[in-house]
């Protein structure tokens, strides 16, 4: 093969590899699925139809490999689901601790007695 070749198609066949991104097994990131998706049991390739995961299933992302995630579902399922169908959940929302001292200092005002008519109108509102 040409020398000068050779760095040219070394990087093409490097640019053609696809990356593998692990994540955190003990705390992977959630997602969540777009719209109805494919789920594959035993890897995209598998012999017989996949299963179909319902919109907004929030499940956990293992590892990305080829356009499609590794994935565990919340009933501990594995599988592998296309990442085009995915979209990352929205953060927890953070519990609001009770403040007993706020609380406490509430001062109840006593509400007017709505039982009671006036003898007389105010001027703004008499007929002429």
């Given amino acids: 093969m040409n020398r000068k070749i050779f760095p040219f198609c070394l990087l093409l066949l490097l640019t053609g590899c ?18 109805r998706a494919d789920f594959f049991r035993n890897g995209p390739a598998q012999a017989f139809p996949p299963e179909k995961i319902n919109k907004d299933t929030h499940l956990n992302v293992l590892k990305k490999d080829s356009g499609f995630a590794f994935v565990r579902l919340l009933d501990k399922r ?5 990442w085009s169908e995915l979209h990352p959940a929205p953060p927890p929302v953070r519990e609001v601790l009770y403040d007993p001292v706020t609380v ?3 001062v109840e005002a006593p509400l007017p007695d709505f039982t009671m008519v006036p003898d007389e109108l105010p001027e703004k509102h008499r007929k002429p």
Avoid: K
């Fill in 18 to 35: 696809a990356s593998v991104e692990m994540f955190n097994q003990d705390e992977p990131p959630e997602y969540i699925v777009s719209h």
């Fill in 78 to 82: 594995t599988g592998y689901i296309a």
């Fill in 104 to 106: 406490d200092e509430i």
